[in-house]
């Protein structure tokens, strides 16, 4: 894989990018809130060789950080659409994490004739949060430690591994291979790392996936085969996971696009760093057709 700038409306933003080989379907893949492309790597480790893959920094994050707004989720939506664009490509199954999930409903909504397939990540569908907060304040609810480590900076790259292993999701969980692609995460600027996320462009998303009504409500409206994963603890190890399995039923119920599965002894992070990821390549995967060369 090697890093492309890919021109979007505003400015560049950086893809992550493997060509297909002759007769593979091509795979996007949309990262969570402050996460970046390089997330994907134990995920893209369980992938056939064969795949075509596109992974975004999306507006704000990872290499595109300084990428200018708008930030909207809706706008990293039509970034996609236009990646797909420039590549020659004319669609492929779409995945999102987290918050990628509501960019990838937003395509599957309004550009439907470019996501063959959906796969949601955790991510997508109505979250619980208490009411009258504004965005930053339900941020803080959802993702608190989270957001709290990209105003922080630290003295070296081993700093930012330790603060990221005593997160509650991956506390006795880590694992030293994740350090490889984690310090993507960060960058040295005056001497301190610092992590290549902008605040603004995540306070916006925030906003987009709890209280924007287009953003929220797009999975009624998806029409491409839909895989919901969800898991059984949250963001912070919790039980109850991020996007709740009654959410999951009922969302199903009510578009019957919508298939979801329930991975149990699983959070929001070890679905994508830990035993999780193998679990979504074969979601990715789908119908089994297509086998690691």
Known sequence: MHDLAVPV???DINVWYREAKAD?????????LIGNSRWWTPVISHLPADLGLIALDVRGRGASWEAPGPYHLKTIADDVVLCLDRLGIESGTVVGYSMGAWVANLIGKHHPDRADRLVLVDGGFPI????????????????????QRISMEFDSVNE???FFSQHPALAGRWNPTLETFLSY????????????????????????FTLDPDTVSA???????????????DMTDQPGGFIRLEIAQEAAAANRKIQWRLLEGLNHYTL???????LVA???????SYRQA
């Open 9 to 11: 409306n505003g400015g």
């Open 185 to 208: 995460d960060v960058h040295q600027v005056d001497n301190k790392w610092t992590a290549r996320a902008n605040r603004e462009a995540i306070i916006q998303a925030g906003y987009d």
């Open 24 to 32: 593979s379907p091509t795979v996007v893949l949309i990262h969570g």
């Open 272 to 278: 994508m760093f830990g035993d999780g990821a193998p």
């Open 160 to 162: 930012y591994f330790s």
């Open 219 to 233: 999975w009624r409206e998806v029409e491409s085969s839909t895989t919901l994963l969800v898991v059984d603890h």
């Open 128 to 147: 619980e949060f208490d009411e009258g907060l504004d965005a930053e304040e339900i941020l803080d609810q959802i993702v608190g430690p989270s957001l």
């Open 282 to 288: 074969e979601a990715i995967v789908g119908d089994g």
